[in-house]
């Protein structure tokens, strides 16, 4: 459990959760998601704006500005929700400026179910990391349950540590490592 090298190898892409922040949405197809998502309602605003425009009804117009209204939602909330994911990526990639990878022994700390759905349950886990660095011992745990957590828990790990951030990043399977 000793073992240390550089992260220099490492990017983004490469972790999968922070202890203090969960998950980092690092897939192309979060990308593409997002992409298609904000053009969709861009669309949905620029349609109804032409509706709006050139319509003199005023049983349509009334729809037209529901309309008009839920793309402006919709674009906010595609917004906000692609301004978190990059300000998580962006976060992660300071973390790794001085990142160590180690080995570590992760555990579960405690579990409960959580509500996503109607009738849908799902397992979350809080995970407690334990490692040797510089000589000293650490045990972080996780600041919340996530779903992420489950396939770490109870396991042998590789992650990389910030001291500078004194954060802990969970590194995706991989045989790179």
């Avoid at 998580?88 to 405690?110: F, M, P, Q």
């Amino acid at each position: 459990m000793n073992e240390m090298q550089r992260a220099d190898d490492i990017t983004v892409k490469d972790v999968d959760a922070t202890l203090n922040h969960g998950q980092i949405y690092t897939a192309k197809l979060w990308d593409i998601f997002l992409i298609y998502m904000l053009v969709f309602s861009a669309a949905i605003i620029a349609v109804s704006v032409a509706i709006w425009i050139f319509s003199d009804d005023k049983e349509t117009l009334f729809a037209v500005k529901f309309v008009f209204g839920f793309g402006i939602v919709f674009l906010l909330i595609m917004g906000l929700l692609c301004i978190y994911i990059i300000n998580g990526r962006r976060r992660v990639k300071r973390y790794l400026e001085d990142a160590e990878i180690l080995n570590a022994k992760a555990t579960s700390s405690g579990s409960e179910l959580q509500y996503r759905h109607p009738l849908i349950f799902v397992k979350a886990t809080s995970l407690a990391v334990k490692f040797r660095y510089n000589g000293k011992r650490y045990l972080k745990t996780s600041k919340a349950s996530l779903q992420v957590y489950n396939k770490y828990a109870d396991k042998e790990i590789k992650i990389a540590y910030s001291p500078k951030y004194d954060e802990v990043m969970l590194i995706k399977a991989s045989d790179k490592y």
